[in-house]
């Protein structure tokens, strides 16, 4: 069975970092492009980018909202993708969902529970 | 990027009303559309992908269809367990952009 566990949320302030990790199992999570999906409070759902595997290079896409700030990272020998988010900004509260697709031609099939991230002073 | 935008945003209908969603793309994304419902304090579910392939377990009163920039997400019987909120994505191309969400509700 597929599981994706986020941790890592909490409150932060502007300006500080945090990261998010999302730990994977049910799955050869190396063979895998993982994604991050957030949610601002009462909002609609926001991609955030993703990584890809490393046969496909490892490489990264973002959305232009956190482009700069976020990086996505991932270590295969421990099954966990992170999130590290540098340069908070209030409008980065939300809840953030580790997301997982089986194949290029499926939406996001698998999500995590979601961690809640809040940035206030 | 690619923008996507769906109507209604919100839906007012009864337990056994046949439901209609449209989602628009900007420009075409071939079939690369998914759809999913989201309850409050949930994680969303994915109910259709390639837009008209119905996700494993899925009821069969979900169905959804259309190519290019138009599509839409149908439940034939709505049924208490579907008063939800209902977001479109398309995976065309990066980044992969939700639709505004609509929300069904009870009349």
């Known amino acids: 069975e597929v599981q994706l566990v986020e941790s890592g949320g909490g409150l932060v302030q502007p300006g500080r970092s945090l990261r998010l990790s999302c730990t994977a199992s049910?799955?050869?999570?190396?063979?895998?492009?993982m994604s991050w999906v957030r949610q601002a409070p009462g909002k609609g759902l926001e991609w955030v980018g993703f990584?890809?595997?490393?046969?496909?290079?490892?490489?990264?896409e973002y959305a232009a909202s956190v482009k700069g700030r976020f990086t996505i990272s991932r270590d295969d020998s421990k099954s966990i993708a992170y999130l590290q988010m540098n340069s908070l900004k209030t409008e980065d509260t939300a809840v953030y969902y580790c997301?997982?697709?089986?194949?290029?031609?499926?939406?996001?099939?698998?999500w995590g529970q979601g961690t809640l991230v809040t940035v206030s002073s | 990027d690619i923008q996507m935008t769906q109507s209604p945003s919100t839906l007012s209908a009864s337990v056994g009303d046949r439901v209609t969603i449209t989602c628009r793309a900007s420009?075409?994304?071939?079939?690369?559309l998914a759809w999913y419902q989201q309850k409050p304090g949930k994680a969303p579910k994915l109910l259709i992908y390639?837009?008209?392939s119905l996700e494993s377990g899925v009821p069969s009163r979900f169905s959804g269809s259309g190519s290019g920039t138009e599509f839409t997400l149908t439940i034939s019987s709505l049924q208490p367990d579907d008063f939800a909120t209902y977001y479109c994505?398309?995976?065309?191309?990066?980044?992969?952009?939700f639709g505004p969400g609509t929300k069904v509700d009870i009349k």
């Open positions: 997301t997982w697709r089986r194949g290029y031609s499926y939406g996001y099939d698998y």
């Open positions: 049910g799955f050869t999570f190396g063979d895998y492009a």
């Open positions: 990584i890809r595997s490393k046969a496909y290079g490892g490489t990264t």
């Open positions: 420009q075409s994304i071939s079939s690369w």
């Open positions: 390639k837009a008209s």
């Open positions: 994505q398309q995976y065309n191309s990066y980044p992969f952009t």
